[in-house]
Structure formats: C-alpha cells, structure tokens
C-alpha cells in the first residue's frame, strides 16, 4: 500500500514539475515570436524527454543528493512515509505557484520538503551540507546566469555588427477596423469604421528579423535553427537535472527502480507540460521582457551551458533560476524589463522554501495518521 503512495505522490510531483517548468526551456521562441505555442511546446516536450531519459546514465550524483541521505537521519530518509511527504509537499508547492501562474523552483520546493518533512519527524537536520549542497548553488546560479549574459550580449551585439547583420525595423501600414460608439448613442448602436493605419512595428506589432549573411546563408534563417537548438538545449538540460531529482525519491521502492522510474518520471514530466503550462508560459514569454530572436537565443544559450554543466558536477541548480536569471539579464541590458513581474517572481522564489518546507511537515504528520 505504502509503495502505491509513494509512487503516486512522485507522479504527482513529477506532473507538477512539467506544468511549472516544460516551457521554460522554449519561452524565448514564443516570447520572441520565432514559433506559436504549440510548435514551441512540442518541442520543449520532446527534448525535456530525451533529457529526462539520458539522465539514466548521467545524473547519479543528483539521484544520491536529493533521496535525503546525509540531510537527515539515515533511518528516516529510507522510510517510505518521509519519501512520500517529501514528494506531496513538493508537489503542492508547485501546483499552487503553477495556478497563478509564477515560475517556481521545483528544487527549492524539494529542499523546503526534505527539511520540514525531516523537521516533523524529529529528525537533527544536517544544516552544512543543507547550505554547501543545496542552498548556495540554489542562490547563485541565477546570479550567474544574469551577470554573463549582461557581459556577453553586448559583445555578441557588437560581433553581429562587425559581420554586417543588422535589424531591421519594420513600418506597418494597412487598414485597420474601428469600432465608432456615437456619444449621444447607447452602447448597443455601435458602427464600423475603416482607417489607414500607420505605426512602427515592435516585438509585439511586428516580427524583429535580421539581415545579412553568414558563411552565405541569411542571417535570420540561421538564427532561427540556432534559436531552435538553444532552446532544445534548455529543455534537454531541465530535463537531466529535474529528473533525477524527482526519481530519487523512488529509490524507496526497489521494484521500479533504476531505469523504470527514471522513465516514468518522465512521461509524468511530459503530460505536466503539454495538460497545464499555459500560464507559466505566457508568464515566461511575455510578462518579463520583450526579447527579439538574438536576445532569446543569448538567454537559451546560457542556461543551457550553466545547467548542463551543474548536472554533469552533481550540483542542484534550478533550471527555473537559471533561465529567469538570463531573461532578467537580458531585460536590464536591453531596458525592457517589467520590473513589477520580475518583483513578483522573485517573492514568488523567497517563498517557496518555507511554504514547502510547511507543506513537507503536514504531509508528514498526516501520513503518519493514516
């Protein structure tokens, strides 16, 4: 019975995590205008796959980090009761930030869930390795990823000129319908209206291209398909580092362990993002900066290499901090922020330990009840 729980609350927590963070991997391709929702999810559904099957070979060291050992008691983290509550805890956190919308760590809600669930069962927490180990690359990966891509988008910007390529800035001119209300009229006696329309477009209005050359193919087809495998990159690398993560919690239960729960997990990972990111993904796409298709391949790129780097080393960076921490660098370099969201994401990020560390704890004590 407790292996039936268990395994339905990592699903649970696995589904969650695909709500909360499949788009974020293809966000600057929708962001940017480069492809529609579907087309940008699908791909970020397939590659976040191959990430979360490769993790099977790769990814060892986080299965060993996130199972609890050596965070609390060794007799409790091998209890099936603890696994579960970690897992449930962490799963709410997810879905409660994935219901309005706000990109979350899946990670930092696992940290809050191992300690508050490890905290109501008694157990001495190991607070040096809860910093060395989980903490501390938790809050500097964003940073990071920010900071790199203030110093290298502008050193791309100024190499993209040196080669020729410029952007272009498009005017849209055509006939536009407007709805005329006659003032002295009810709401009802509405009638239509053609006028000429005039404006320059934006990353909104109009799609942002560039031209020129390179090695002699246009510019702006070989940015999309880099734009395209940076993005596939992302989704791949979340996929490798989020996954073992969540499968870990399955290492309580030896009949689908191994290669079965990585695959599961998985699967579950996948119908999250495809059934329930919309929010989050317009969130991600829209809501922090306006981003043109250089700027999103910049923030792609840099995730991808801070992350898959982090997986390779063990270390539990958040993909979620990562890619926001790029989106958050190119916004300021660029002077398009929306700070307002940006303020909300991070409260949204200095809430989610402890609200999963709460959750662990009465997930915890309500299993225990049963």
Request: net charge positive.
């Amino acid at each position: 019975m407790m292996i039936a729980t268990i395994l339905l609350a990592v699903l649970c927590l696995a589904y969650a995590n695909g709500a909360n963070d499949n788009f974020k991997g293809v966000a600057t391709l929708f962001g940017s205008g480069t492809t529609d929702y579907r087309r940008a999810l699908a791909w970020g559904t397939v590659t976040t796959l191959l990430g979360s099957l490769t993790a099977v070979l790769l990814a060892n060291t986080l299965l060993k980090s996130f199972s609890g050992r050596g965070l609390v008691d060794a007799d409790l983290a091998a209890t099936v009761d603890y696994g579960a509550a970690v897992a449930l805890g962490a799963g709410l956190t997810v879905l409660l930030a994935t219901r309005i919308g706000m990109p979350i760590s899946t990670t930092h809600s696992l940290v809050g869930t191992l300690v508050g669930a490890g905290w109501a069962a008694g157990s001495s927490i190991n607070l040096g390795k809860l910093g060395s180990g989980f903490v501390i690359p938790l809050l500097v990966s964003p940073l990071v990823s920010l900071v790199v891509v203030v110093l290298l988008y502008p050193a791309l910007t100024y190499l993209r000129s040196r080669c020729g390529i410029t952007s272009e800035t498009c005017l849209c001119v055509g006939g536009r319908t407007v709805e005329v209300v006659p003032a002295a009229c009810s709401t009802v006696a509405i009638q239509r209206a053609e006028q000429l329309s005039v404006q320059v477009g934006d990353v909104v209005t109009c799609q942002s291209r560039y031209q020129g050359k390179m090695l002699g193919i246009e510019a702006g087809w070989v940015l999309d398909r880099l734009h395209y495998l940076s993005a596939g990159m992302v989704s791949f690398a979340r996929g490798l580092n989020d996954t073992p993560k969540i499968a870990a919690l399955l290492l309580l239960a030896p009949a689908i362990g191994g290669f079965g729960s990585t695959a599961l997990v998985g699967a579950a990972i996948a119908l999250g993002g495809i059934v329930s990111s919309r929010r989050v993904a317009e969130t991600m796409s829209q809501k922090i900066t306006a981003m043109n298709h250089g700027q999103g391949f910049t923030a792609n790129l840099i995730t991808s290499v801070i992350v898959i780097t982090a997986s390779r080393h063990g270390l539990p960076v958040s993909t979620t901090h990562v890619s926001c921490g790029s989106l958050f660098g190119i916004g300021a370099v660029t002077r398009q922020a929306h700070w307002g969201m940006i303020g909300k994401i991070l409260g949204a990020w200095l809430v989610t330990l402890p609200m999963g560390a709460a959750l662990g704890a009465l997930c915890y004590w309500c299993i225990r009840a049963l």
